[in-house]
């Protein structure tokens, strides 16, 4: 089994500037494919980024682009999410997801990490 913990969710000023952080044990990190979600209060989970096994490919939701960066460090089984010039609209519980190279389904997931960002 993957197991993901995702951090460095807080609150913080619109306008400000977050890294969630995603830290992978009990497989090796490398072969996956990762990616974040979030779920605000109220409404379905939705997809935010994500980013190829080898870090070569990344892709955005429109809300997020220009704003956020995915990045991984598979030395350090890690996968970041650098969010800057944050929204109230970005208030959420943010998720680290993970799914085998082929797989349509992300199969593995974190607990979440609350961002709250205040007007």
Avoid at 30 to 57: C, H, L
Avoid at 84 to 105: I, Q, S
């Amino acid at each position: 089994q993957l197991q993901l913990v995702e951090s460095g969710g807080r609150s913080v000023q619109a306008g400000g500037s977050l890294r969630l952080s995603c830290a992978a044990s009990g497989r090796t990190f490398s072969p996956y494919t990762m990616a974040w979600f979030r779920q605000a209060p109220g409404k379905e989970r939705e997809f935010v980024a994500t980013i190829s096994w080898n870090g070569d490919s990344t892709y955005g939701t429109d809300s997020v682009k220009g704003r956020f960066i995915i990045s991984r460090d598979n030395a350090k089984n890690t996968v970041y999410l650098q969010m800057n010039n944050l929204k109230p609209e970005d208030t959420a519980v943010y998720y680290c997801a993970a799914k085998n190279r082929g797989n349509a389904a992300y199969n593995y997931w974190g607990q979440g990490t609350q961002v709250t960002v205040s007007s």
